[in-house]
C-alpha cells in the first residue's frame, strides 16, 4: 500500500494529491475492517495516546490485566504480544497499518483475548488508522511539542490527539498533571447528546501511584503507572491486583533498561527523544548516582530530517545534567550524520568547561565503547534514542541491523573481562 502511494505522489499533481490522501487512508481503513471481519467488535480495546509515556504505559497496563486474569494482546513502539507470547514491534512504527492492525485483531479474538492495549499515533489518526477500531477507552498522558514538521504545528499535533478522544465515546481517562488536562477532560461534553450514556471520565496523578514500589529507575513512570492502574480499575481491576502486576516487572525493554554484565558502574538505555523525555530520563539517572559519581551521556537525534528544532534543546538540557557527553550518529535517514550532531553541537554555552566535555563519536558502537571507557566505579553511562530498536535507519530507505542493549552487553563484557585478567 505504501508503494501505492509513493507512486501517487509522484504522477498526481501536489495538490490533488493531497486534497484526496485523507479519502485514500479512510478507504484502506474501511477495507481493511471489511475483510477480517470488524474484529474489534469481539474485544474491549483500550488506546493509549501522548506524546511520552505511551508504550511504557501500554506495557503496564496489558500486565496488570494479565495478573487479573484476562488473556491481553498489545502493540506498543516495544513490543506486539497475544497472551503469553511475546515479539519485536519489528515494523518499527508506533501504530502499524491498517490491514496490519486489523489481522492482528483477528488474531487475538481468534485466541481468545478478552482486552487489545494499542498505542495510538497521532500521525496514525491523521491517516485514519484508527478508524473502525471499536475502540472503549482512549487513555492521555501528556502533551509536549513532536513531529511538528509532519504536523505543519503543535496546534495540529495537538489536534490529531484529540481527533481520537472524540473518537472514543466510552471511557477517557487524561492526565490531571498534564498542562493540557482541560482540553482533553472536556472532551464530549460540548454538544453531548442528553439522551446518551455520556462518556466516563476518570483523571489520574503520579501522586495515586507514590504506594506503589516500582523496580524502574525514574520517577516520570509512577505517572504511567497510575494511567495504567486507574484504566484497569474502569474494568474491576482491584488496587491490589495492579499493585503486585506493577511491582513483579523488573524492567520495560529498552525503558530505563539496566544492562549488567558485572561492572561496578550502572548502564542504562532508554528510548528517550524529545527534550523533555531526556531531561526526565537524565534527572532519573542522575538522581541514583550519589557523591561525585559522574552521568555519561550518549544520544543524537533520532529521525534524520525531521524536528530539527529540537537539536539545539538537546544541548541545554545535556548541559544541566551530563557530567561527559557523547554525541553519536542516530536513525539518520538520508540526513547527513556529521550536520546532525553539528546542529545539535551548536546549542552549547561557549563556556569552556563545557566543550570540554562534549565528545563527537560518529560510530555509535564506538561512542558506546568510549562512554563505558570513561566511566569509573559508582558512575552512570545511559545511552538514549534507540530503546528496545532492532535497526538503524540510514540512507536510501535501507536499515542495518542494530540493538543499543546489546551493544553495550559486548562492549561491558569486554571491560569486565580485562579487569578480571590483570
Same mark, same amino acid.
Not at 492495549?117 to 500521525?123: N, R
Not at 474491576?236 to 539496566?258: H, Q
Not at 529521525?303 to 550518529?329: H, M, Q, S, V
Not at 563545557?354 to 552512570?380: F, M, N, P, Q, T
Given at each position: 500500500?505504501?508503494?501505492?502511494?509513493?507512486?501517487?505522489?509522484?504522477?498526481?499533481?501536489?495538490?490533488?494529491?493531497?486534497?484526496?490522501?485523507?479519502?485514500?487512508?479512510?478507504?484502506?481503513?474501511?477495507?481493511?475492517?471489511?475483510?477480517?471481519?470488524?474484529?474489534?467488535?469481539?474485544?474491549?480495546?483500550?488506546?493509549?495516546?501522548?506524546?511520552?509515556?505511551?508504550?511504557?504505559?501500554?506495557?503496564?497496563?496489558?500486565?496488570?490485566?494479565?495478573?487479573?486474569?484476562?488473556?491481553?494482546?498489545?502493540?506498543?513502539?516495544?513490543?506486539?504480544?497475544?497472551?503469553?507470547?511475546?515479539w519485536n514491534n519489528k515494523t518499527e512504527m508506533t501504530m502499524p497499518g491498517r490491514f496490519y492492525l486489523q489481522k492482528f485483531l483477528r488474531r487475538a479474538a481468534k485466541s481468545g483475548c478478552k482486552f487489545a492495549v494499542l498505542e495510538?499515533?497521532?500521525?496514525?489518526?491523521?491517516?485514519?488508522?484508527?478508524?473502525?477500531? @471499536? %475502540?472503549?477507552?482512549? &487513555?492521555?498522558?501528556?502533551?509536549? +511539542? *513532536?513531529?511538528? !514538521? =509532519?504536523?505543519?504545528?503543535?496546534?495540529?499535533?495537538?489536534?490529531?490527539?484529540?481527533?481520537?478522544?472524540?473518537?472514543?465515546?466510552?471511557?477517557?481517562?487524561?492526565?490531571?498533571?498534564?498542562?493540557?488536562?482541560?482540553?482533553?477532560?472536556?472532551?464530549?461534553?460540548?454538544?453531548?447528546?442528553?439522551?446518551?450514556?455520556?462518556?466516563?471520565?476518570?483523571?489520574?496523578?503520579?501522586?495515586?501511584?507514590?504506594?506503589?514500589?516500582?523496580?524502574?529507575?525514574?520517577?516520570?513512570?509512577?505517572?504511567?503507572?497510575?494511567?495504567?492502574?486507574?484504566?484497569?480499575?474502569?474494568?474491576?481491576?482491584?488496587?491490589?491486583?495492579?499493585?503486585?502486576?506493577?511491582?513483579?516487572?523488573?524492567?520495560?525493554?529498552?525503558?530505563?533498561?539496566?544492562?549488567?554484565?558485572?561492572? @561496578? %558502574?550502572?548502564?542504562? &538505555?532508554?528510548?528517550?527523544?524529545? +527534550? *523533555?523525555?531526556? !531531561? =526526565?530520563?537524565?534527572?532519573?539517572?542522575?538522581?541514583?548516582?550519589?557523591?561525585?559519581?559522574?552521568?555519561?551521556?550518549?544520544?543524537?537525534?533520532?529521525?534524520?530530517?525531521?524536528?530539527?528544532?529540537?537539536?539545539?534543546?538537546?544541548?541545554?538540557?545535556?548541559?544541566?545534567?551530563?557530567?561527559?557527553?557523547?554525541?553519536?550518529?542516530?536513525?539518520?535517514?538520508?540526513?547527513?550524520?556529521?550536520?546532525?550532531?553539528?546542529?545539535?553541537?551548536?546549542?552549547?554555552?561557549?563556556?569552556?568547561?563545557?566543550?570540554?566535555?562534549?565528545?563527537?563519536?560518529?560510530?555509535?558502537?564506538?561512542?558506546?565503547?568510549?562512554?563505558?571507557?570513561?566511566?569509573?566505579?559508582?558512575?552512570?553511562?545511559?545511552?538514549?534514542?534507540?530503546?528496545?530498536?532492532?535497526?538503524?535507519?540510514?540512507?536510501?530507505?535501507?536499515?542495518?541491523?542494530?540493538?543499543?542493549?546489546?551493544?553495550?552487553?559486548?562492549?561491558?563484557?569486554?571491560?569486565?573481562?580485562?579487569?578480571?585478567?590483570?
Amino acid at each position: 500500500m505504501g508503494k501505492i502511494l509513493n507512486l501517487g505522489r509522484k504522477i498526481i499533481p501536489r495538490s490533488v494529491f493531497k486534497f484526496a490522501q485523507p479519502f485514500y487512508h479512510f478507504t484502506l481503513a474501511f477495507l481493511a475492517a471489511v475483510v477480517y471481519g470488524f474484529p474489534s467488535r469481539k474485544l474491549k480495546i483500550i488506546g493509549v495516546t501522548g506524546t511520552k509515556g505511551k508504550s511504557t504505559t501500554v506495557y503496564f497496563l496489558s500486565r496488570i490485566l494479565e495478573e487479573a486474569g484476562y488473556k491481553t494482546a498489545a502493540i506498543s513502539t516495544i513490543e506486539m504480544k497475544m497472551g503469553e507470547k511475546c515479539w519485536n514491534n519489528k515494523t518499527e512504527m508506533t501504530m502499524p497499518g491498517r490491514f496490519y492492525l486489523q489481522k492482528f485483531l483477528r488474531r487475538a479474538a481468534k485466541s481468545g483475548c478478552k482486552f487489545a492495549v494499542l498505542e495510538v499515533s497521532s500521525q496514525g489518526v491523521v491517516q485514519h488508522r484508527h478508524q473502525f477500531i @471499536n %475502540f472503549d477507552t482512549a &487513555v492521555f498522558t501528556n502533551l509536549a +511539542p *513532536e513531529h511538528i !514538521e =509532519a504536523h505543519g504545528s503543535f496546534k495540529n499535533y495537538k489536534k490529531a490527539k484529540l481527533k481520537f478522544f472524540e473518537y472514543v465515546k466510552n471511557n477517557h481517562v487524561v492526565n490531571k498533571d498534564d498542562k493540557y488536562f482541560d482540553d482533553f477532560w472536556k472532551v464530549g461534553y460540548e454538544g453531548e447528546d442528553p439522551w446518551t450514556r455520556p462518556i466516563k471520565k476518570v483523571s489520574y496523578s503520579a501522586n495515586d501511584a507514590k504506594g506503589i514500589k516500582l523496580q524502574i529507575a525514574g520517577d516520570f513512570n509512577l505517572s504511567n503507572a497510575a494511567a495504567a492502574v486507574k484504566t484497569a480499575g474502569i474494568y474491576g481491576v482491584s488496587l491490589e491486583k495492579a499493585k503486585v502486576a506493577l511491582e513483579n516487572i523488573k524492567n520495560v525493554p529498552g525503558r530505563m533498561e539496566f544492562v549488567n554484565e558485572g561492572q @561496578n %558502574f550502572k548502564a542504562i &538505555v532508554d528510548y528517550a527523544h524529545t +527534550p *523533555e523525555s531526556l !531531561e =526526565a530520563a537524565w534527572k532519573g539517572a542522575k538522581s541514583i548516582i550519589a557523591g561525585n559519581a559522574k552521568l555519561v551521556c550518549v544520544f543524537g537525534a533520532t529521525g534524520g530530517g525531521r524536528d530539527k528544532w529540537k537539536r539545539p534543546e538537546f544541548a541545554k538540557i545535556a548541559e544541566k545534567y551530563c557530567d561527559e557527553i557523547i554525541l553519536t550518529n542516530e536513525d539518520p535517514y538520508d540526513e547527513n550524520p556529521e550536520d546532525i550532531l553539528s546542529q545539535i553541537y551548536s546549542g552549547f554555552s561557549s563556556v569552556e568547561s563545557v566543550k570540554s566535555k562534549v565528545h563527537k563519536v560518529l560510530d555509535r558502537r564506538e561512542a558506546i565503547k568510549k562512554a563505558i571507557e570513561l566511566a569509573k566505579e559508582g558512575d552512570a553511562v545511559i545511552i538514549t534514542g534507540k530503546g528496545s530498536q532492532t535497526t538503524m535507519a540510514i540512507a536510501g530507505g535501507k536499515k542495518i541491523p542494530w540493538s543499543d542493549k546489546d551493544v553495550v552487553s559486548e562492549e561491558l563484557r569486554k571491560v569486565v573481562k580485562d579487569f578480571n585478567l590483570r
